[in-house]
Each structure stands twice: as structure tokens, then as C-alpha cells.
């Protein structure tokens, strides 16, 4: 599944004004699915506590539980390309609505801790494919001149759901007395905090049923009257339709298809780029960024914090993930990605420093000293913060852009598996190395932080500015 074509040279593709409300409207519904995709993954931070209580199970247990749903996200990326390009791009978003929805019920009224595994897996099904299906149609939908800004809307999304999702569970925290075991609605909190995931993936599902196909899609299964309609309300009337039509089928036969094959070559089984593209994956997973969003709540416990304001901490840290977030969009194709990259790389192994620093501190009455205690508090803010305006978004973009065109496709999904991967075993990694010890875990973090900084200057090259055919 591929990007729509370049705008046509007379200039087909900038919506009229009329027109730019009704794209917006289709970008941010599709965008909802980024939003399940950040809601889904980070809201289990609320029920790690009572997950370990509720079925008495150690660390590894634990971390096999709470990864175990990434696992569903690569299949679910994997496959969603195919199914889209077989059933069309919105069909792909009803399928993921059910299973953020069967998810969803299944993790709050699970019978035993097998199955509540089973729905974790679900729910990374239904992440994988809203990782992948948004960003696609985006590009497929939004008029050329837009397009830039409206495929930031999924990113934006992502970081949103992060913070709505900590808010929720912290306000049902709050609800339940503090104790996210505590009875709320005939249920334990965090069941509650599970379940409430059902309102966005209903309201997901609903409006994958008010925005139309992309015309891509139609054009590649003959509905070509059909494509003409929507490139009409999506670009005007005013633009060439019968010229764009065209350029798109053009486009879809000259295309093509790169395969694992191609990415084979060099001395060590893949080409060079593809491992540059495979190590910014890897290096953005092992900073730890994760662990700020899946265990935050026991981490802050773990050092004395009382719950609700460890629920309370994790929200700040997603605000400020918005603002790096925001930060990045800004500033991405104005410095460039790899100075970006470099100033992010820098912040966060000084915020990861300090936090191990910290965290290597004996506790007293169960609590970090003082001093200690908000170094460490300000210290994770700082690394989210830095994450969050450089390797969060200019990852993406970078791995979008970096690799020649021939081989593009096959590439980033080498890439985007890579990065599952990695997510996977820092996820599972963490509760272990936690108890084994926790500034030594910050200090692995710390060192990866720095190591991606010779990395980036020797291997990645700028790619700002630069036309993908210029890739090589």
C-alpha cells in the first residue's frame, strides 16, 4: 500500500477553502485510530499494580502480560497493508474498531490471566492496523498541498491519547479512593480504566462509516466514477479530475513492488541503509521511552510516591509529550531531522543520567530522599520532553523518507518490525531489571541515549529538503 501520487503540474490538489474543513474532518477521523493507538497502548499503566495483586505473579510474569499485546501490533501491521489493499482502506478501520471494542471488554472482564492475555493480544492486532491504516489513507485522501500537515494529525493523535488516557485513569483513581483495586461501578478501578476504552472505539467505528474510500483504492478496483466524486470533494471542482485520475493510474502501474529480496546486498545480509533504518528503530526503543509510558505509575510507587499522585505524574509527562510533540512538528523542516535527532539524543542522556543518579539512592521510610526524589521527577520530564521533539517524530519521518524509492516500502516494514521488537523487549525487560536494580536499568538506558549520538552523526544523512527520487 502506497502514498497517492505527486500533485499534478497544474497544480491539482490545493483544496479549495470550501473544501479544506471537509479534509480536516476526514484526516482527524482517521486520525482516531492514532488516538486508540496511544489510548490502548499506555492506559494498562493504570492496572499494573492490580494486575501483580489481583493474580500474584512476579515480575517476569508481569512484563510477559503487559507485553505480550505487541506481539498483536507487528501481526497487525504486517498484514494490514495486504487486507487494505484487498478489502479497502476503510473496511481495515471497522475491522480494528471491533477489536479495540472486543479488547477493550475482554481486558476488564477477564476470567483468568490467560485470557486477559488474549485481549492485550487483541487490542495490539487492532494497534498494529491503526498504526499502519491512518497515516495511509491520510496520504491517499488529503489534497498535496495539505498533506505535510494533515499526516501530522496522526502523530498528534497518538501523543493525545497517551494523555487522555492517564487523565481517565487517574480521575477513576481518584474515584475508587485511591486503590485501583477499589470498587467502582460493580467492577475493580482498573477494570474500569480498561473499559472505558470502549467509548473511543465505538465513536472510532462510527466515523470510519461518515468518510469516504480513498480514491486510490477505488481507482485499483475499477470504481473509477466513484474516485472522480471524492477527489472532487476532497481537491474541488476547480481541479483537473479526469487529469488526476490519470496520474493515479499512471502512478499505481509504474510502481514498483519491493520485496524483502530487494534488501538484501553488502557484507552483512542487508544493505547499509536498511540497518541505518533498523538502528534508528532500535536506538529509539532503547532509550526506555516506553517503559515512561507502560509503567510509569509503578515506578513513581516503587519510590514512595502515593498512587493517585503517581497517576498524577504520568499525566504531566504525557502534557509535556504533547509539547515536545507540537515542538517537533515545528521545527522538523526547519533545522532538519538530523540536527533535531542530535539535540534530542544530548537531552535525553542527561534527563536518563539524572534519573539514575537518583534512583541510586537507598530509600528512607519507603521514599527517595528530597532532593533526590524531585531530581528524579524533573529529570523524567525532561527526557520525555527531549524524546518527544526529536526521535518520536523525526523517526518517522526520516524512515519515510531515507530509503530509495525501489525499495521503500519493503524497508520500512523491516524497520517498523524492528522497532516493535525492541519495544517488546524493553517492555519486558523493565519489571526485572527494576528489581534487580533500578539506577543500574536507568544507566542502560543512559548509555543508549549516548551511543545514538556518534550513531546519527556518522550514519544518518539529512534528508530535509531533499525529493525521494534523490534517495539513493
Given at each position: 500500500m502506497t502514498s497517492t501520487a505527486q500533485a499534478s503540474r497544474?497544480?491539482?490538489?490545493?483544496?479549495?477553502?470550501?473544501?479544506?474543513?471537509?479534509?480536516?474532518?476526514?484526516?482527524?477521523?482517521?486520525?482516531?485510530?492514532?488516538?486508540?493507538?496511544?489510548?490502548?497502548?499506555?492506559?494498562?499503566?493504570?492496572?499494573v499494580e492490580a494486575i501483580r495483586d489481583r493474580y500474584d505473579i512476579g515480575s517476569a510474569a508481569l512484563a510477559q502480560v503487559i507485553a505480550i499485546a505487541l506481539i498483536g501490533c507487528a501481526v497487525g501491521?504486517?498484514?494490514?497493508?495486504?487486507?487494505?489493499?484487498?478489502?479497502?482502506?476503510?473496511?481495515?478501520?471497522?475491522?480494528?474498531?471491533?477489536?479495540?471494542?472486543?479488547?477493550?471488554?475482554?481486558?476488564?472482564?477477564?476470567?483468568?490471566?490467560?485470557?486477559?492475555?488474549?485481549?492485550?493480544?487483541?487490542?495490539?492486532?487492532?494497534?498494529?492496523?491503526?498504526?499502519?491504516?491512518?497515516?495511509?489513507?491520510?496520504?491517499?485522501?488529503?489534497?498535496?498541498?495539505?498533506?505535510?500537515?494533515?499526516?501530522?494529525?496522526?502523530?498528534?493523535?497518538?501523543?493525545?491519547?497517551?494523555?487522555?488516557?492517564?487523565?481517565?485513569?487517574?480521575?477513576?483513581?481518584?474515584?475508587?479512593?485511591?486503590?485501583?483495586?477499589?470498587?467502582?461501578?460493580?467492577?475493580?478501578?482498573w477494570q474500569v480504566m480498561l473499559g472505558v476504552m470502549v467509548v473511543p472505539a465505538l465513536l472510532y467505528g462510527l466515523l470510519s462509516f461518515a468518510i469516504p474510500e480513498s480514491p486510490r483504492f477505488l481507482i485499483s478496483v475499477g470504481k473509477r466514477e466513484r474516485a472522480r466524486e471524492i477527489l472532487a470533494e476532497v481537491e474541488g471542482q476547480s481541479t483537473d479530475l479526469d487529469a488526476r485520475v490519470a496520474e493515479i493510474e499512471h502512478a499505481m502501474k509504474s510502481e514498483h513492488k519491493s520485496s524483502f529480496k530487494d534488501l538484501l546486498g553488502g557484507g552483512f545480509f542487508f544493505k547499509p541503509i536498511v540497518w541505518i533504518g533498523i538502528g534508528l528503530s532500535v536506538f529509539q526503543q532503547f532509550v526506555g521511552i516506553n517503559v515512561a509510558f507502560y509503567y510509569s505509575s509503578t515506578l513513581w510507587q516503587s519510590v514512595g510516591v502515593d498512587p493517585t499522585d503517581s497517576f498524577f505524574y504520568s499525566f504531566t509527562t504525557s502534557i509535556i509529550n504533547i509539547v515536545g510533540t507540537v515542538i517537533a512538528m515545528i521545527f522538523v523542516d526547519r533545522i532538519g531531522r538530523k540536527p533535531l535527532a542530535l539535540i534530542g539524543s544530548i537531552g535525553m542522556a542527561v534527563g536518563l543520567a539524572l534519573e539514575a543518579w537518583a534512583f541510586s539512592f537507598h530509600l528512607v521510610d519507603g521514599k527517595l530522599p528530597s532532593t533526590q526524589g524531585w531530581v528524579a521527577l524533573i529529570a523524567a520530564h525532561v527526557f520525555v520532553l527531549f524524546f518527544a521533539l526529536s526521535w518520536g517524530v523525526v523517526v518517522w519521518v526520516m524512515l519515510g523518507e531515507m530509503f530509495p524509492n525501489r525499495i521503500r516500502a519493503a524497508a520500512l516494514g523491516v524497520a517498523a518490525a524492528a522497532q516493535w521488537i525492541a519495544n517488546w523487549a524493553i517492555t519486558a525487560s523493565f519489571p526485572s531489571l527494576a528489581d534487580w536494580n533500578l539506577s543500574g536499568t536507568y544507566v542502560i538506558y543512559t548509555v543508549f541515549a549516548a551511543l545514538s549520538i556518534p550513531f546519527v552523526w556518522k550514519f544518518v544523512k539529512e534528508t530535509k529538503g531533499k525529493a525521494l527520487e534523490e534517495m539513493g
Open positions: 497544474t497544480g491539482a490538489g490545493t483544496a479549495h477553502p470550501d473544501h479544506l474543513g471537509h479534509v480536516i474532518f476526514i484526516a482527524a477521523a482517521a486520525a482516531m485510530g492514532g488516538f486508540l493507538f496511544g489510548y490502548d497502548s499506555s492506559v494498562i499503566n493504570g492496572a501491521a504486517a498484514t494490514a497493508g495486504r487486507i487494505a489493499d484487498r478489502l479497502g482502506r476503510i473496511r481495515v478501520m471497522q475491522i480494528a474498531a471491533v477489536l479495540f471494542v472486543v479488547s477493550a471488554v475482554g481486558s476488564a472482564l477477564p476470567f483468568a490471566l490467560w485470557d486477559f492475555a488474549l485481549w492485550r493480544v487483541i487490542g495490539g492486532f487492532a494497534i498494529g492496523m491503526a498504526s499502519v491504516i491512518g497515516p495511509a489513507y491520510i496520504a491517499e485522501v488529503a489534497p498535496p498541498a495539505y498533506r505535510g500537515r494533515l499526516g501530522s494529525f496522526q502523530q498528534a493523535a497518538i501523543v493525545v491519547g497517551i494523555a487522555i488516557s492517564q487523565l481517565v485513569n487517574w480521575g477513576l483513581l481518584n474515584a475508587a479512593g485511591g486503590d485501583q483495586r477499589g470498587k467502582l461501578m460493580g467492577l475493580e478501578a
